[in-house]
Nanobody, 124 residues
Framework: QVQLVESGGGLVQAGGSLRLSCAAS????????MGWFRQAPGKEREFVAG????????YYADSVKGRFTISRDNAKNTVYLQMNSLKPEDTAVYYC?????????????????WGQGTQVTVSS
């Protein structure tokens, strides 16, 4: 069982930056690939970024590539999402999630544990 708690969301102007954190409970954090997803009002939840268990591999949605960076600190049981050059279309609730070890993709159904989400609002 993994419990996830996100923090770091807020209101920022276009072009600004935010850093999201996701703290995980439990001793098995390093056993899980981790991902960040987001959901805007009236839209489906979409994949943003993912990171392997060791942190050696990362992957991103095309819409955030070059602007967002995912990282993790297994000693602190924490995964981060650094968001730069934010755009109004990045406005959404952001969720971190822990992926079932049998999967290697980025579909929401492959993730077993989810945080409660943190709101990110980018004003134009």
């Amino acid at each position: 069982q993994v419990q996830l708690v996100e923090s770091g969301g807020g209101l920022v102007q276009a072009g600004g930056s935010l850093r999201l954190s996701c703290a995980a409970s439990g001793r098995t954090f390093s056993s899980y690939g981790m991902g960040w997803f987001r959901q805007a009002p009236g839209k489906e939840r979409e994949f943003v970024a993912g990171i392997s268990r060791s942190g050696g591999s990362t992957y991103y949605a095309d819409s955030v590539k070059g602007r967002f960076t995912i990282s993790r600190d297994n000693a602190k049981n924490t995964v981060y999402l650094q968001m730069n050059s934010l755009k109004p279309e990045d406005t959404a609730v952001y969720y971190c999630a822990a992926r079932n070890p049998v999967y290697s993709g980025s579909y929401p159904y492959q993730y077993d544990y989810w945080g409660q989400g943190t709101q990110v609002t980018v004003s134009s």
